[in-house]
Each structure stands twice: as C-alpha cells, then as structure tokens.
C-alpha cells in the first residue's frame, strides 16, 4: 500500500544527499500534489552504485504550480510542472 | 615504449571548477571519449570477446526505431476515441497493440485539449522514449533546453514558433526518473476520417515533445 495517495498534499524534502539522485534543486522545499502513484521501482540512488536497490521504491509523479516553484514566474498562474518523486524524498504536508 | 595516454576533459583533471562557470555547450572532451571508445573496442575484438559486426547489429537495434512508431500511435488515437482513452490509461499496453514494445521503462501519454498543453523535458539528463522513438534531437538534451523549459517554458515554446494563449495550461512534464512520455496532439479538423498513411506523416517529432502542435 503505497503512502500517499493521488489528491495527498505533500512536500519535497531536501536530504542533502550527495552524489546521484534524481531529484533536481529546484522541486526541494516545495509543496505539490499527488497525480498517481507510478509503481514500485529499484532505488536508482543504490542502482548507481552498482547495488540492487532493493526493496523497490514507491514513485509519485507530483505537481506543481510554476509560480510556486518559481516565485519570480512571469507566465500564467494556471501553468504547472510534474514531475517523478520517490517516496523517501516527500512528507506529507 | 608505451603509448602516451589522451589527455582527459579538464572537468576530470584535479584542477579545482568553478561550479558556477557558465556551462558550455559542445564537445568538450569528444575527442578523449572517442578515442578511448576506439582503443576499448579494438582490445575486445583482439581478445574475441566481440565479433566484427556485433556492435553494428547492436546500433542498427538502437536506431531502428524512429518517428514513425510515435506517429503510427497518434494517427490511431486520432482516428479512434476509445484507443486515444486506452492510450491515456496504459500507454505501454497501448503501444504493444499495435506491435511496438516500450522496453525502458513505463510509457505515460500525456493528452493536450483546448484547455492545456503538454511539454516534455528530463532536467537530469535526456530520458526519452528511445525505444519508441529513437534517439533524442540534440536540443532535447541541451543544457539550455533542459534547464530552460521548466523555468520559462512558454519563452522556449515561443523560440520554437508555439505562441500559446494564456488561458491555455502550459504543462510541463519533467521525465527524470521511470517514465517516459509522450504527447497525444489535438488531431487536425476531420482527422478522423483519413487513412493512417495520410495522417503518420503530418505527426512531427516536435509535436511528439511537445514543441509544436498539429
């Protein structure tokens, strides 16, 4: 049973983890919604290490209002950004 | 007498990077990675661990697939409601229906209507539904595409002659992880009624990407 659920308000975290992570600058510290749970899939944090990743993890594709993301947006405020969030970098907000 | 080894892009050497030195776009270090693909190769083949010819099958495979799959798929979707509704469902399961295999990862259509328009863009690298489509145009993996179409979307969109209405949602999709996307284009008037082999051809990269509209 995945954590969040599509509609779930939520929060990117910032980890501060070095190295290969898949989740850009610009998303931390930002809040967004829930679009659907994509699946479960190997950590490709480990996976670029040459680890196995396992177990699998949760992923979320999450969306944003842009002139959140960007508080100097200079287009519409109905424009908005999605973007595949693993579990381990989102709280509920 | 050793051979001198090539001499490694600077952003390897010890030398300490200005981490906020504008990025420069090109072939910084081609020549070192070229050069080194080579020597690799020749020792493989030395060593008969690869035949002659195994690498071209292996790049005949990779660039096989091409625009037309994604095209075939819209022309379909266009032409029929109910596959354009399965398509948005399950795009994988909707592709292999027509005999196309999305292998690296789950495909997610991303549908454009009157009220909004899709963009594709991976900020982390240049995830791209490679399997369906080939391999990406070299402004998709540009720096200043990637970095640009998620902080000023309807800027780039303008450069490449999409001037959107502000009431229409500019959605901007970055693929940066287990999915890749395609955009379903709005079809043209009467669309529906015309063969297949008439529509595959008005379908563009662009409007695959999401850089153009039909």
């Given at each position: 049973?995945?954590r969040?659920?599509?509609?779930?308000?939520?929060?990117?975290?910032?980890?501060?983890?070095?190295?290969?992570?898949?989740?850009?600058?610009?998303?931390?510290?930002?809040?967004?919604?829930?679009?659907?749970?994509c699946g479960?899939?190997?950590?490709?944090?480990?996976?670029?290490?040459?680890?196995?990743g396992?177990?699998?993890?949760?992923?979320?594709?999450?969306?944003?209002?842009?002139?959140?993301?960007?508080?100097?947006?200079?287009?519409?405020?109905?424009d908005?950004?999605?973007?595949?969030?693993y579990?381990?970098?989102?709280?509920?907000? | 007498?050793?051979?001198?080894?090539?001499?490694?892009?600077?952003?390897?050497?010890?030398?300490?990077?200005?981490?906020?030195?504008?990025?420069?776009?090109?072939?910084?270090?081609?020549?070192?990675?070229?050069l080194?693909?080579?020597?690799?190769?020749?020792?493989?083949l030395?060593?008969?661990?690869?035949?002659?010819?195994?690498?071209?099958?292996?790049?005949?495979?990779?660039?096989?697939?091409?625009?037309?799959?994604?095209?075939?798929?819209?022309?379909?979707?266009?032409?029929?409601?109910?596959?354009?509704?399965?398509?948005?469902?399950?795009?994988?399961?909707?592709?292999?229906?027509?005999?196309?295999?999305?292998?690296?990862?789950?495909?997610?259509?991303?549908?454009?209507?009157?009220?909004?328009?899709?963009?594709?863009?991976?900020?982390?690298?240049?995830?791209?539904?490679?399997s369906?489509?080939?391999?990406?145009?070299?402004?998709?993996?540009?720096?200043?595409y990637?970095a640009?179409?998620?902080?000023?979307?309807?800027a780039?969109?303008?450069?490449?002659?999409?001037?959107?209405?502000?009431?229409?949602?500019?959605?901007?999709?970055?693929?940066?992880?287990?999915?890749?996307?395609?955009?379903l284009?709005?079809?043209?008037?009467?669309?529906?009624?015309?063969?297949?082999e008439?529509?595959?051809?008005?379908?563009?990269?662009?409007?695959?990407?999401?850089?153009a509209?039909?």
């Amino acid at each position: 049973m995945p954590r969040f659920q599509p509609g779930d308000t939520v929060r990117v975290l910032d980890l501060g983890k070095p190295g290969h992570v898949r989740i850009p600058f610009f998303v931390r510290h930002k809040t967004g919604v829930v679009e659907r749970h994509c699946g479960a899939y190997a950590n490709p944090e480990e996976l670029g290490y040459g680890r196995p990743g396992l177990p699998p993890i949760d992923l979320y594709r999450v969306h944003f209002r842009q002139d959140h993301l960007w508080p100097d947006y200079t287009g519409p405020a109905n424009d908005t950004l999605e973007i595949e969030v693993y579990d381990h970098w989102l709280a509920p907000a | 007498m050793p051979i001198p080894s090539p001499v490694p892009p600077s952003r390897f050497s010890a030398d300490a990077v200005d981490p906020k030195r504008p990025v420069v776009e090109g072939h910084d270090g081609a020549d070192y990675y070229a050069l080194m693909t080579e020597a690799l190769h020749k020792i493989l083949l030395e060593k008969q661990l690869l035949a002659q010819g195994d690498t071209d099958r292996v790049i005949a495979a990779l660039e096989a697939p091409n625009v037309t799959w994604g095209a075939r798929i819209v022309a379909e979707a266009w032409r029929d409601a109910a596959y354009a509704e399965r398509l948005v469902a399950d795009g994988s399961k909707a592709a292999a229906e027509l005999g196309f295999k999305i292998k690296e990862a789950k495909l997610v259509v991303v549908r454009n209507t009157p009220a909004l328009h899709n963009v594709i863009v991976c900020t982390l690298c240049s995830c791209y539904p490679r399997s369906l489509l080939g391999q990406p145009p070299w402004w998709y993996i540009s720096k200043n595409y990637r970095a640009r179409t998620v902080r000023e979307p309807r800027a780039v969109l303008a450069e490449f002659g999409l001037d959107l209405p502000a009431d229409v949602e500019v959605r901007v999709h970055d693929s940066n992880a287990d999915m890749r996307y395609l955009v379903l284009p709005m079809a043209p008037e009467g669309a529906a009624d015309w063969p297949v082999e008439k529509l595959i051809p008005l379908v563009t990269r662009h409007m695959l990407v999401g850089t153009a509209v039909a």
